[in-house]
């Protein structure tokens, strides 16, 4: 049986990095896709023979048609896309430059507009796509007016994908994690009180890791889960049924 072809995007830490490793071990014949294209190399030696390594920027069209046909030039089909790619900023609405608002939607909608778009021409029946949006989607923070807005257009664009790609027998959904303990959120969580804060509004009480976002990715894009699309998966052990953490709130008393 000839291996599926996936390609994770943002592939080169973190989320990504587990979610490449995931879909190698099941298989898969993995692109780690990543603005740090070394870094992406990197992970894609150590995968094994078979699996890639590729430079993109999601806020590049050309780079991300590039990149998928690319894939299907070297693989002959594409199978899944897991798209991990995101960033963020912080500051109160009133303070906050307009370049930095549009580079995190640069990055966190319109990259995912771009991969749904590039990938989408590409894939066949039984394709998927999983986009990563984030509890941020639902539950507003003080001072993320930028994450958060790109995160809750995210879950509609991820609906309206769905729909559209239904008829290819395409399923596309996404999954908003919670805090995950990686490389992007470790500075966060060494300010004072934030992982407390975050700790005690999830009643699991524990932060997540790479590897629980990316065992859900893999039964989401998998055969089990055929009947499966236009979801966005709540993984962040019951923390949408409190509250946000206060971040400013603990960045100014530890900063002024």
Not at 85 to 99: K, W
Request: hydrophobic fraction near 45%; aromatic fraction near 4%.
């Amino acid at each position: 049986m000839t291996p599926r072809a996936a390609v994770v995007v943002g592939g080169a830490s973190g989320i990504g990095l587990a979610t490449a490793r995931a879909f190698a071990e099941e298989g898969c014949r993995v692109t780690v896709a990543d603005r740090d294209g070394d870094g992406a190399s990197t992970v894609a030696e150590g995968l094994g023979a078979g699996h890639g390594g590729a430079a993109v920027d999601v806020a590049d069209e050309t780079a991300v048609e590039a990149l998928f046909a690319s894939v299907v030039d070297r693989e002959g089909r594409l199978d899944v896309v897991v798209n991990c790619a995101g960033i963020s900023t912080i500051g109160n609405i009133v303070d906050l430059g307009a370049e930095d608002f549009r580079s995190v939607v640069d990055v966190n909608l319109t990259g995912a507009f771009l991969v749904l778009k590039h990938a989408g021409r590409h894939l066949g029946e039984g394709g998927s796509i999983l986009t990563l949006s984030s509890l941020n989607a639902r539950q507003p923070g003080a001072g993320m007016s930028a994450y958060c807005a790109s995160k809750a257009g995210l879950v509609m664009l991820i609906e309206v994908a769905a729909l559209e790609l239904a008829p290819r027998g395409i399923r596309v959904n996404g999954i908003s994690p919670g805090l995950v303990d990686t490389p992007l959120t470790a500075p966060a969580m060494d300010i004072p009180g934030i992982r407390e804060d975050y700790l005690e509004n999830t009643p699991l009480g524990r932060a997540g890791t790479p590897e629980d976002v990316a065992a859900a990715a893999v039964f989401m894009c998998s055969e089990r889960a055929s009947w499966l699309t236009g979801e966005v998966l709540d993984l962040n052990g019951g923390a949408h049924l409190r509250r946000y953490p206060m971040l400013l709130d603990h960045i100014n008393k530890a900063f002024g």
